[in-house]
């Protein structure tokens, strides 16, 4: 038999990292125009002086402006961009499911009653905590869906069930108490459609810790998610715990969900677009391609985010409001081209 | 050598396989038939490691439960389908264990290369396995399971989806591990099949073993008949191959 000889190209090209680099540099430019765009418009090299401390940097309400509002919030908006990305694609590889998103465990409907729990309390103590309580809410709603499941990774379908039932359970209390307390219903409302206005340097250092470890964390397993896509015995024959990984991906994918939400309240569509897109566009397995999906959906979050500070500018639209806007019909468009192309 | 001793699987209260025991020699090729819902499939994962049992079952003198330092390839009936990967990167995945996930090393692509050209699948190798067919995806099964170099290969039904002409092709490529000195392990429902490629055939029915031994004395013998409620036939061809066919009356 003929063997190839020594300088063959790869059999499999696994992962192009000329894609991963257009997603960095796309990244870069959609940041440049987050902190550059919005009601007051500041210059493109003045705000790069700034940055790297160069003189010529900006100085005043400008520095104040582009410091202490819009870098955070455009770091958050990357942040939670890549957190609900990320996840979106690694739920979706672990439960097989091309519909799956980050909120299908019942963190959503957990993060929205503990949020619900703050805003509602008299104390204003407590709505300061607001972060604290969607988070703890959430990640409680993950594990009473785990606990009910039972044996909740050989069945991933029953997982996903439990997922539900814990969701509609966790809305139905948080309907309730929303009603109960009339004057909740604004603030409430306007958290479940997301919002960035209260972004802030302290909601940035709390929410990168988390949201970027659970990154890494998913981004080091990346490869072995591949397993996961095969029938249980195959992943387990060729050297994996099948289990033990599922277990792992989601709740490193549930931490970053659930600081995401918690940080910055429900917003939809980022999880199914962003990976969908990359899918789409490079017709590769996303567990590869877990780093160029993290930033396209910290680049995608971006733009919404400048999207909704302009569009109704000096008043904001909630950035879920974009997200669907845009996300639900290029959804569709990715799903047709997906379905001519194969 | 795999030694089963008194193996128990049970779902719930049901027994799926009771009191099994078979030894499984190294270096041979092993059919387990029997009707369907018989355990055959059962008896396979337990052998792989992935099904919990009582009694015992052990490989080279180690217990096999949930063990994953073995080499063991294998090949469901009803494999996962990934989206998104192409041939090569799928027969690659078999190498997953030897390089480390997501790593191709020098030899294990040029191994692979070899097996894709033994599995008839170069060429075809940039294309997504989505886009296969249904013989063309039991050959990347094959080439996956080879690429592993497993000292154990558990095929589950390996030909069931396969015309007459495949068949004899993907069996083929297995029969080939052989001379690597691999064990070979596989359900087949074509007795006839099973008789022509394995030197040892074990009986199973209702969770039970009926019989265990040489091809050409199993199939002869009156548990096999029984196993299958007496409705097959065994017929002998004037070179001497056995050929078994079902029996329309009772």
């Known amino acids: ?116 729990l703050a805003i509602t309390s ?14 703890v809410g959430g990640v409680l709603a993950v594990l009473v869906t785990f606990f009910i499941s039972g044996r909740f990774f050989a069945e991933p379908n029953s997982l996903l069930l439990s997922g539900i039932a814990v969701g509609s359970f966790a809305t139905a209390i948080q309907t ?4 109960r307390h009339s004057s909740a219903l604004r603030p409430v409302y306007s958290w479940i459609l997301g919002e960035l206005t209260a972004a802030n340097w302290t909601i940035v250092r709390w929410s990168s810790v988390y949201i970027l ?19 249980d015995e195959e992943s387990f024959s060729l050297g994996i715990n099948p289990n033990r990984l599922r277990v792992i991906a989601v709740l490193a994918a549930t931490l970053a969900t659930a600081t995401a939400v918690s940080a910055s ?21 996303t567990n590869r391609s877990l780093a160029t999906i993290a930033m396209i959906g910290a680049s995608f979050l971006v733009l919404a985010d400048l999207g909704a500070r302009t569009l109704l500018s000096p008043a904001e639209l909630p950035i879920g409001v974009i997200t669907a806007f845009v996300g639900a019909p290029f959804f569709l468009f990715v799903l047709r081209r997906k379905r001519v192309t194969g | 050598m795999i030694v089963v001793e008194d193996l128990c699987v049970r779902v719930g209260t049901k027994f799926i396989l009771k009191d099994v025991n078979v ?52 090949v469901p009936q009803h494999p996962n389908i990934p989206v998104g990967m192409t041939v090569a990167e799928y027969v690659m995945l078999g190498r997953s264990k030897r390089d480390g996930w997501g790593r191709e090393s020098t030899s294990s692509r040029q191994l692979v290369h070899s097996i894709l050209e033994l599995t008839q699948l170069f060429g075809l190798h940039r294309q997504f396995v989505t886009s296969l ?3 063309e995806m039991q050959r990347a099964l094959i080439a996956r399971a080879l690429a592993q170099e497993p000292e154990l290969i558990l095929l589950d039904e390996p030909t069931s989806a396969l015309d007459l002409h495949h068949q004899i092709a993907t069996l083929n490529n297995v029969e080939v591990l052989k001379e690597k000195g691999v064990t070979i392990v596989s359900t087949m429902h074509d007795i006839t099949l099973a008789a022509m490629y394995a030197e040892r055939i074990v009986v199973i029915h209702e969770g039970k073993k009926l019989l265990d031994g040489p091809s050409q004395s199993v199939i002869h013998s009156p548990e096999l008949k029984e196993a299958f409620d007496n409705r097959i036939n065994v017929f002998t061809l004037d070179s001497g191959r056995p050929v ?7």
């Open chain 1, 265 to 285: 309240g429900l917003i939809g569509f980022v999880g199914i677009v962003v990976p969908h897109l990359v899918r789409g566009i490079t017709h590769r397995v």
């Open chain 2, 244 to 250: 078994i066919v079902a029996n329309k009356e009772n």
């Open chain 1, 213 to 231: 470890i659970a990154i890494a964390i998913l981004i080091s397993i990346s490869k072995q998610l591949d397993g996961l896509m095969l029938s």
């Open chain 1, 122 to 135: 008299s104390h204003a103590n407590i709505y300061s905590l607001l972060p604290l309580f969607s988070f």
């Open chain 2, 23 to 74: 030894e499984i020699p190294t270096n041979t090729w092993t059919c387990l038939v029997g009707p369907n819902g018989a355990g055959k499939t059962t008896f396979l994962k337990a052998l792989l490691g992935v099904t919990p049992y009582s009694g015992s079952l052990r490989d080279n003198g180690v217990e096999v439960f949930r063990n994953h330092q073995r080499n063991v390839a294998f």
């Open chain 1, 176 to 179: 309730y108490l929303q009603q």
């Open chain 2, 133 to 135: 067919s249904g013989g």
């Open chain 1, 1 to 116: 038999m003929k063997l190839p000889n020594q300088s063959s190209p790869p059999l499999s090209r696994m992962w192009s990292w000329r894609i991963t680099f257009v997603a960095g540099l796309i990244l870069l430019v959609v940041v440049v125009m987050g902190l550059s765009f919005g009601p007051i418009a500041i210059n493109f090299q003045k705000i790069l002086r700034t940055l790297v401390g160069a003189p010529g940097s900006l100085t005043g309400q400008e520095r104040t402006l582009l410091l202490y509002l819009r870098l955070p919030r455009v770091i958050l908006a990357g942040l939670v961009g890549a957190a609900l990305a990320t996840s979106g694609a690694v739920y979706q590889s672990v439960f097989r499911n091309p519909l799956a998103d980050p909120y299908l465990l019942g963190t959503a409907a957990g993060a929205g009653l503990g949020a619900t």
